[in-house]
């Protein structure tokens, strides 16, 4: 076949001539079939326009059903119909022309100089509308003709096809008139090209039918025939046509004509867009609404989003995703039902056949599924036919074995928002029924496991198979190139397992240690009675030196550095983990410190090995040492909830005292603010501040051992706010950044329990209960409220981000950075930057999104001058 | 009085190519002048330093991540 390249598409409006000459049957009657089931001639399913039921043969092209392309026929209308999707340009031409002479209402010079303006911005390949929109700005403002000197009326035009010439309405006919009238020369003007649509086309006079293969009708399981509805829209409007028709052949009176007429423009209306403002949409005799041609085409679950931009593809799998530690981050678990189902293609070489034909003659899983033969033709193996076809196998033939350990896939979750939500993964076939991740990879994916799904994909070439390894590889993905850090890292139990492991002095004795490290690949270590958890931790560290503040820093004033009194500043040198503890800060996702560092001095590979290691270290601890919550770690004792119980009243006595300020009138207000919102400031300020002391107190009560604490301080998970509102104080709820005003706007008061203008906190919205204590109904209230912004919040965002990224992808999608570092569109050649980001840099490749790490540079360079002099 | 947009510190330099360096600048990025950024000739800085529809601006930007970064834009 020879390859074809389309140049250009270019889109004309069809005249009636062009409809008449393409038609191949003129459509008379509303019938379709006849008695015996046989279609109609002159009827809507004619056998010129096509053939769907198998047998039949078209009146046209010969063809049987599936052969024949279909062939569009015509309606002669009784009377012009204007076409919805232009009438608003109808509306427009109607205003920008003389209503006596059809000219546009502006001088020849003007006219001309606007025509060769638009001409200029076509041949730049610029956009052109506001010069049309000027054109019918002012052709719209002209009062009088400048050619012939008639009066200018006004047309009003009435949505969505009706037009109003002061109280007279202009029937179609009418306005096709008038649009004739309009000469070759003026519609430049106006932006349109006389070749390619004469403005009188845009009122119907011969409706298109479209082929009977465009709107086929299916048999019900009843033998009964269901027309498409194109169709039924059609057969209303033949059978208004054939009405109108009879009717004024027998010379009805004019009002019955123009209701008519009315009648054929709504159904010629709604057979083109069904979803038209300002008029009711055709229904079926069900009730649904039908679906017309713009509505085949519009919209997400349109021709365009679904069957043309949609593909669908072969040798996927998708099913719900669980959790196992215990493979690598860079496979993937894959269930052996679907591992038995996808296949990968051998290609059979004088090399591989002999392993080919292995695979054809097993009876077991890795076996071959079908042999695909040269001339194309596919044969499943089965047990009766394998000796037979491995007999005859050949260089050249496909084998396709299903999938194996080691294949490499695709990996995807939806939605899809960033490169790194598909990743490569290498098979690990497993039992049971999900696909198996390390969890150490849900973030670039943002999985978790209430029910989640993914999809898998298998390249099916080479080359395809090469690319997944080489450029989509997990370990490939684990800089993000939105910040420059890693995505991948620890995340919930990891992190608190290492900081069990590496806090303070810990001791493991040598039993507990071997049970630790025995699944990992770690060699040397030394023969000791007693390990500390920082010790275990080094011994699968590589060797890199690395000094940083941890998650679990305080941020003192002063920092002590090494001497830390907190075990917060991690000092880690050549491989050895001397002081501070391992959390968040250094292993986890989006943060991780250490796995930056290894990955820019041993590559990606060692990085994956690490966070293998790093993860199945971390995991053994946790289970090993015991970790767990309830409800009795947010329990604090009496004393405590004394003393927060105090600290409540006294920030609520403050607020009263403000509140009695302010009414006196003996409040000053801020610089720049009025004296209400001086007082609510003063207010929110007030409670914040007393709930964060009661958390401090909470905090202080619970203890550093608390498995809670302990979660947030490593930044495992929660905060200590989420604590604070478990155990101390839920504290101020709040909607659009202010405490709850509204309720009962008119006696202004937040609930009935309540006087009228009470600025007091419980009146608006603070709960000075904890989630453990539990929510006072007038408490409970508010906190809904409060919680409802959130989630509204988030439905909101969620759907706007969504449209705002489509557009972002449709408007970015050919800019394509090149070899010299230029950004350009890749059709047409423009240049977008002439340096990719303006300083050329590739955030995946940066250092947290800077260029160079001038820091990292000047210690090894120190470093190595030490070692030198040495 | 008339403020010279150019002593403003938030306007770049815009400086006029002259012929030969439009060429170069052409020749290295291997396009024709249309596939370039383009400039209205009734923009304040472009009336200001005198360039006319074709004339190819240079304009030096102050960049946070670049330092320096360099730009060209068509004038039509």
Redesign the interface.
């Known amino acids: 076949m020879i390859p074809k390249r389309l140049a250009a598409i270019k889109f004309e409006v069809l005249s009636p001539q062009e409809i008449r000459r393409m038609s191949v049957a003129k459509i008379v009657t509303p019938e379709t079939y006849d008695d015996d089931g046989f279609p109609i001639e002159g009827g809507l399913m004619d056998t010129r326009l096509g053939v769907i039921d198998p047998g039949l043969k078209c009146k046209t092209c010969g063809g049987k059903a599936g052969e024949c392309p279909g062939h569009f026929g015509h309606i002669e209308l009784a009377a012009p119909v204007i076409h919805v999707g232009y009438a608003k340009l109808i509306a427009r031409l109607l205003n920008g022309t003389c209503r006596e002479c059809g000219r546009i209402l502006m001088k020849d010079e003007r006219r001309d100089k606007f025509v060769e303006e638009i001409r200029k911005r076509i041949a730049?390949?610029q956009n052109y509308d506001d010069i049309i929109k000027e054109v019918f700005r002012l052709t719209k403002a002209a009062k009088k003709c400048p050619h012939c000197g008639a009066e200018q009326v006004e047309i009003k035009f009435d949505k969505p096809t009706f037009y109003y010439e002061g109280e007279h309405r202009l029937t179609p006919k009418d306005v096709r008139e008038r649009l004739e009238k309009i000469p070759n020369e003026d519609l430049p003007a106006f932006g349109i090209d006389p070749k390619i649509a004469r403005p009188e086309w845009f009122v119907l006079t011969v409706l298109p039918v479209p082929p009977v293969t465009v709107r086929p009708s299916i048999i019900l399981e009843t033998g009964q025939r269901s027309e498409d509805d194109l169709t039924h829209k059609l057969v209303d409007i033949i059978r208004i046509n054939q009405r109108f028709l009879e009717n004024r052949e027998a010379g009805a009176p004019p009002q019955i004509l123009e209701d008519l007429w009315e009648l054929l423009q709504y159904h010629i209306t709604t057979y083109l867009d069904n979803e038209v403002s300002g008029i009711p949409p055709a229904r079926h005799r069900s009730g649904r609404p039908l679906k017309t041609l713009a509505q085949r085409l519009k919209g997400k679950e349109g021709r365009f989003r679904k069957s043309l931009s949609g593909k669908r593809v072969n040798f996927s799998a998708r099913t719900v995703i669980s959790p196992d530690p215990a493979i690598s981050i860079s496979e993937v678990g894959v269930p052996k039902e679907i591992a038995e189902e996808l296949t990968v293609p051998i290609f059979v070489t004088p090399r591989n056949i002999e392993i080919a034909r292995e695979f054809i003659l097993r009876s077991e899983h890795p076996k071959a599924n079908y042999i695909v033969r040269p001339d194309g033709k596919r044969i499943r193996v089965i047990e009766s036919n394998k000796e037979e076809l491995a007999e005859k196998l050949e260089p050249g033939w496909i084998v396709e074995r299903q999938l194996m350990d080691g294949d490499i896939v695709l990996f995807n979750r939806q939605p899809s928002l960033h490169r790194m939500s598909i990743m490569a993964h290498y098979v690990r076939v497993l039992p049971y029924k999900t696909f198996r991740l390390n969890p150490a990879v849900c973030p670039p994916y943002n999985a978790d496991f209430d029910g989640d799904e993914m999809n898998l994909h298998v390249p099916q070439t080479l080359e395809a198979q090469a690319e997944a390894k080489i450029l989509m590889a997990v370990q490939e993905h684990i800089l993000s190139p939105r910040f420059g850090g890693p995505i991948i890292g620890g995340i919930h139990d990891h992190i608190s397992g290492l900081y069990l492991l590496t806090r303070g002095n810990k001791k493991f004795s040598r039993e507990e240690t071997i049970q630790l490290l025995r699944a990992l690949d770690v060699s040397e270590v030394p023969v000791k009675d007693e390990y500390t958890g920082k010790e275990i931790f080094s011994y699968i560290l590589p060797k890199i030196t690395l000094e940083f503040k941890a998650e679990v820093c305080q941020g003192c004033e002063f920092c002590k550095g090494e001497n830390c009194e907190y075990d917060a500043y991690v000092v880690i040198r050549n491989g050895q983990l001397l002081k501070g503890t391992i959390d968040e800060k250094a292993v986890g996702a989006f943060k991780g410190v250490i796995i930056d560092e290894i990955i820019r001095k041993y590559g990606k590979e060692e990085a994956k090995k690490f966070i293998d290691r790093m993860t199945q270290l971390a995991i053994r601890v946790i289970t090993s040492v015991g970790f767990t919550i309830g409800i009795d770690d947010i329990e604090i004792p009496k004393e405590a909830e004394e003393q927060i119980e105090e600290v409540i009243r006294n920030a609520e006595k403050k607020v009263d005292e403000l509140i009695k300020a302010y009414k006196e009138g003996n409040l000053e207000p801020m610089p720049g603010r009025s004296l209400e919102e001086t007082l609510e400031m003063n207010i929110m300020r007030e409670l914040g501040k007393a709930r964060d002391q009661a958390g401090k107190i909470a905090g202080r009560f619970l203890g550093d051992e608390n498995p809670a604490v302990i979660m947030a301080v490593s930044g495992a998970r929660g905060s200590m706010l989420n604590l604070t509102q478990m155990a101390a104080c839920i504290g101020q709820q709040s909607v659009r950044g202010e405490r709850i005003v509204r309720g009962y706007t008119y006696s202004n008061r937040t609930l009935p329990h309540f006087k009228p203008g009470d600025l007091g906190s419980k009146a608006r919205g603070f709960v000075r209960s904890s989630y453990k204590k539990g929510l006072s109904p007038i408490e409970f209230f508010f906190h809904a409220a409060g919680g409802r912004e959130g989630l509204v919040d988030t439905a909101v965002r969620t759907s706007q981000s969504g449209y705002l990224q489509r557009r972002m992808i449709n408007a970015l999608q050919d800019l394509k950075v090149e070899y010299?570092g230029?950004v350009r569109e890749q059709t047409?050649?423009?240049?977008?930057q002439?340096?990719f980001?303006?300083?050329?840099?590739d955030p995946a490749k940066s250092y947290r999104g800077k260029?160079v790490d001038v820091k990292r540079i000047l210690k090894e360079i120190i470093e190595e001058v030490k070692q030198y002099g040495e | 009085m008339k403020i010279r947009l150019q002593d403003h510190i938030l306007v770049p330099k815009h400086e006029i190519l002259s012929k030969e360096e439009a060429e170069e600048l052409l020749k290295i990025l291997g396009i024709s002048k249309e596939q370039l950024p383009k400039i209205k000739a009734s923009d304040p800085i472009v009336v200001e330093i005198g360039a006319k529809p074709g004339d190819i601006i240079k304009i030096t930007r102050k960049s946070l991540t670049a330092g320096k970064s360099v730009f060209y834009r068509l004038v039509v």
């Open positions: 730049m390949n010299d230029t047409s050649g423009v240049l977008v002439y340096r980001g303006e300083d050329g840099v260029a």
